[in-house]
């Protein structure tokens, strides 16, 4: 009997001890997206509907929802972002929901990000609360989350399950950051020639072109190099001014054939012809 007793304690323990890795009911997701040039991150559980009557149901309208299963939804931004009329600062977030019958979401977004679903929820943590509109969606089986309308100063986090979808629109000033890079990239000092390049085909994309040429200019005072002069090609023609842009671009080519580059001598050689036909 006491070899028995002995026996089944080492199973127990020996069965207590063994690491287990079994399919969860709701898989952990992550969708990241840059944003012009702040990378947004958000990780959730995804649960399913399996049948089952989702929201007025399942989740309760009028009451604080995790925005998903298990652990609470986090939301992480690599610089401020708008969100609301109001500026989130960089970090890491969780983020909930308090759905209505009407179409009227509350999204919460508070500043505890490792909230284990709503334990611990402290409603004075609230960075800020956006109201939303649900919208008549098709079906979607399984919870997603993901981001939708991308342009280089905006998006929306796209929320979908069973027949709704809910849109959260945020904004970034990348113009202010691009600034700031540059800035930052002037300061340090390094590859000044591509930098100040760099810079200028920005600020052509801007269309401040009187800028963009002040970058091209110092880049090619440091450096006469192929990229560099056709950037400034293409800066005067995108200016309207079509017979500089082709000197220029002339200029660049035979810098592209003295650096033996074939690929960019055919390049501007192409674009110079279809240049000169307008």
Do not use: C
Request: charged residues 25%.
């Amino acid at each position: 009997m006491k070899k028995t007793i002995t026996t089944l304690f080492a199973g127990i323990l020996a069965f207590a001890g063994t690491a287990q890795e079994l399919p969860a009911p709701s898989p952990l997701g992550e969708v990241e997206q840059k944003v012009g040039l702040t990378d947004v991150d958000i990780e959730y559980s995804r649960p399913s509907a399996k049948g089952r009557t989702i929201f007025g149901e399942l989740v309760k309208y009028d009451e604080m929802w995790r925005l998903g299963a298990n652990m609470a939804t986090k939301l992480e931004i690599s610089t401020p972002i708008m969100m609301g009329g109001k500026e989130l600062a960089k970090g890491e977030y969780s983020m909930q929901a308090i759905p209505a019958e009407n179409g009227d979401w509350t999204i919460v977004i508070n500043s505890d990000a490792g909230l284990r679903g709503l334990s611990g929820y402290d409603e004075k943590k609230d960075v800020l609360r956006l109201n939303v509109k649900a919208m008549v969606n098709s079906y979607t089986e399984t919870f997603t989350i993901g981001f939708d309308k991308l342009t280089n100063t905006s998006a929306v986090i796209a929320i979908q399950w069973e027949k709704l979808r809910v849109e959260v629109p945020f904004t970034v000033d990348t113009d202010k950051l691009a600034k700031e890079n540059i800035a930052a990239a002037i300061k340090e000092g390094k590859d000044l020639d591509k930098v100040y390049s760099n810079a200028a085909s920005y600020f052509s994309g801007m269309k401040d072109y009187k800028t963009a040429i002040t970058y091209v200019d110092k880049s090619l005072k440091i450096k006469k190099a192929h990229p560099a002069m056709y950037t400034k090609a293409n800066i005067l023609k995108a200016g309207g001014n079509n017979a500089e842009a082709i000197k220029i671009a002339k200029e660049a080519l035979e810098l592209a054939k003295e650096a033996e580059s074939a690929g960019w001598a055919n390049y501007i050689e192409g674009n110079i012809k279809a240049w000169e036909k307008e």
